[in-house]
């Protein structure tokens, strides 16, 4: 058996059901190989009382400190966080909260190798236990984890530490891997892991049925994401707007859902677009499968898993040029890539609308995409840094209190 120890500070829980979804499908997919003992270490940051007592934060002390999550054991180490500090001090924390639940696990059992599933503060803090317990690393680079913590000067510093440190480097995208070499890393030592579909979820199916589920008449645009500067929804709101008859769904819940309001509110087309807040991704596909289309304006992605699901669905995708939208859209079928603008979004929605791809075209773009794919691969990659480490029965130092 590979004894595996997943870090990551991306995972659902109760209070955040779909957060870091796409992590927690990939981990229950390496945990169901039959060669794999996987377990899982997702660290919570919090902030020192009283500041732990805001409505934000109140939450995670209802938290079990472990259990089984769709059949994988997790444990929720707290780790403390200090506002206004740009993150310098989140590794360390996490390495720190990490250990004293790691050292009576690796006594027991040691582990074979860290899989670290997001880069920061996952990938430093899998570097410190990598050393204290004489195991390799792997670390995972999905997008915002390289190009905001990569680049902010607080933690730039730690990211390309890591980066360099690390036994192996995964990226979802090919654009994501060069822009991890070009903080200076040895680009042959990271390998692409594009994300899985689950296509029992995300599937073609009857369009008009969908939409009349929802209550839709009438061309349908869609977009997901947090409701965060990053993810422009602003600008496909001022799209949709300028679109006669055509209606918007955004799903995703953030910061900027009062400024966003107020732009719809101002745009003449407060009937047409909605903001759904945080939907259950079991109930994306209903979404998907209504849309005509699915528009989303990220100024930086790796490679987003709500294309690849939109996609799957048979809805085209109208997306800039961020991360890996040129390894996804590369034929007409699959939508169009764009200037970040409201104007482009509006002109390329408006010839999709008009000249749409057939639904099945649409879908085979992404046929290489799956989760058996995905958990094959990164068993073979943790398995090979694995190698002739595994095992080293290194004693794991005094726990860190």
């Known amino acids: 058996m590979l004894r595996v120890l997943t870090l990551s500070t991306l995972y659902p829980d109760a209070t955040r059901p779909n957060f870091g979804v796409f992590v927690e499908r990939q981990t229950r997919g390496l945990a169901a190989h039959p060669d794999v003992d996987l377990t899982v270490v997702a660290g919570i940051g919090t902030p020192p009382?009283?500041?732990s007592n805001h409505p934000n934060y109140l939450p995670f002390a209802?938290?079990?400190q472990q259990e089984e999550w769709n059949d994988v054991a997790v444990h929720r180490p707290r780790f403390t966080v200090f506002p206004g500090t740009g993150g310098r001090f989140h590794a360390a924390a996490l390495a720190r909260a990490a250990a004293r639940i790691i050292d009576p696990l690796y006594a027991a059992q040691p582990f074979d190798v860290i899989d670290a599933e997001f880069f920061f503060p996952d990938g430093p803090a899998a570097i410190v236990l990598g050393k204290r317990y004489g195991i390799p690393v792997s670390i995972k680079a999905r997008g915002a984890d390289i190009h905001h913590w990569g680049?902010?000067?607080?933690?730039?510093?730690?990211?390309?530490?890591?980066?360099?440190?690390?036994?192996?480097?995964?990226?979802v995208s090919e654009a994501l891997a060069d822009d991890i070499a070009a903080l200076g890393v040895n680009r042959d030592k990271i390998a692409v892991h594009r994300t899985g579909i689950d296509r029992t979820l995300f599937a073609v199916r009857d369009r008009a049925a969908a939409k009349a589920a929802l209550g839709i008449t009438g061309p349908l645009v869609i977009s997901t994401g947090a409701l965060i500067s990053r993810k422009g929804h602003a600008i496909v709101i001022d799209a949709v707007a300028a679109l006669p008859g055509v209606s918007l769904l955004i799903a995703g819940e953030g910061p900027e859902r009062a400024a966003l309001e107020t732009r719809i509110a101002a745009s003449g087309a407060a009937d047409r677009i909605r903001l759904l807040g945080s939907v259950p991704h079991r109930d994306l596909p209903q979404l998907m499968n209504a849309a005509d289309a699915m528009a989303l304006a990220s100024f930086s992605e790796g490679l987003a898993n709500a294309w690849v699901e939109a996609l799957a669905s048979g809805t085209p995708v109208v997306i800039p040029n961020a991360g890996g939208a040129r390894e996804l859209v590369t034929t007409p079928a699959a939508g169009g890539i764009v200037a970040r603008n409201a104007e482009a979004f509006a002109r390329a929605l408006s010839d999709l609308l008009a000249h749409p791809p057939a639904p099945a075209d649409t879908a085979a773009t992404v046929s290489a995409y799956s989760w058996q794919a995905n958990c094959d691969q990164l068993y073979a990659h943790l398995l090979r840094l694995a190698g002739p480490k595994r095992r080293r029965l290194v004693p794991p130092p005094q726990s860190s209190g």
């Open 62 to 64: 209802a938290l079990p």
């Open 151 to 171: 680049r902010t000067p607080a933690t730039a510093g730690q990211v390309r530490d890591a980066a360099n440190r690390a036994d192996g480097i995964l990226a």
């Open 49 to 51: 009382w009283p500041l």
